[in-house]
C-alpha cells in the first residue's frame, strides 16, 4: 500500500504596494502551504499507524525542493518535483499530478491554498 500526498509551494506572504495595490511576493516569503504541511502530517500519522509508504509530490519550481526535503525530513519515504511554467492552471497541474500519484492506494490532499484558496486541485485530480 501506498499514500501519496500533492503538496503545494505557495506564496506564504503576500506584500501589497501602497500606492497601486500591486502585490508583490517577496524572496524568502515561499514554503509549503500549510494545508499541504496538515495533509502531510495526517498521512504520515496514517502511514506509521498501518506501516505504508507515504510518498509527496509537487508541481513547481526548483526552489520548490526545499519544501521536499522537509517532508522527507518529517518521514515521508519519496518525494517528486513536477516542472511547470509559471501560472499553469489547476487542470494542468492536476493532471501533471495524477501522473504521479496513478499507483498510490490513497491521496490525501490539503483543502485550500494559501496563495490562491480556490481548493480546486483536489476535485480536479479526483476528476
Same mark, same amino acid.
Given at each position: 500500500m501506498r499514500i501519496a500526498v500533492p503538496v503545494k509551494w505557495s506564496a506564504l506572504r503576500t506584500e501589497f504596494d501602497p500606492l497601486t495595490?500591486?502585490?508583490?511576493?517577496?524572496?524568502?516569503?515561499?514554503? =509549503?502551504?500549510? +494545508?499541504? $504541511?496538515?495533509? =502531510?502530517?495526517? +498521512?504520515? $500519522?496514517?502511514?506509521?499507524?498501518?506501516?505504508?509508504?507515504?510518498?509527496?509530490?509537487?508541481?513547481?519550481p526548483a526552489a520548490a525542493e526545499a519544501g521536499l526535503r522537509s517532508a522527507l525530513a518529517a518521514g515521508a519515504a519519496r518525494a517528486a518535483r513536477i516542472e511547470a511554467g509559471s501560472g499553469a492552471g489547476s487542470p494542468a497541474v492536476a493532471a501533471a499530478l495524477a501522473g504521479e500519484t496513478g499507483d498510490a492506494d490513497l491521496i490525501v490532499c490539503g483543502a485550500w491554498s494559501e496563495d490562491g484558496g480556490s481548493g480546486s486541485i483536489a476535485p480536479a485530480l479526483a476528476a
Open positions: 495595490g500591486e502585490p508583490t511576493t517577496l524572496d524568502g516569503r515561499f514554503g =509549503l502551504d500549510p +494545508a499541504s $504541511s496538515s495533509a =502531510l502530517e495526517w +498521512a504520515l $500519522s496514517l502511514g506509521a499507524q498501518r506501516d505504508v509508504e507515504v510518498n509527496v509530490i509537487t508541481v513547481g
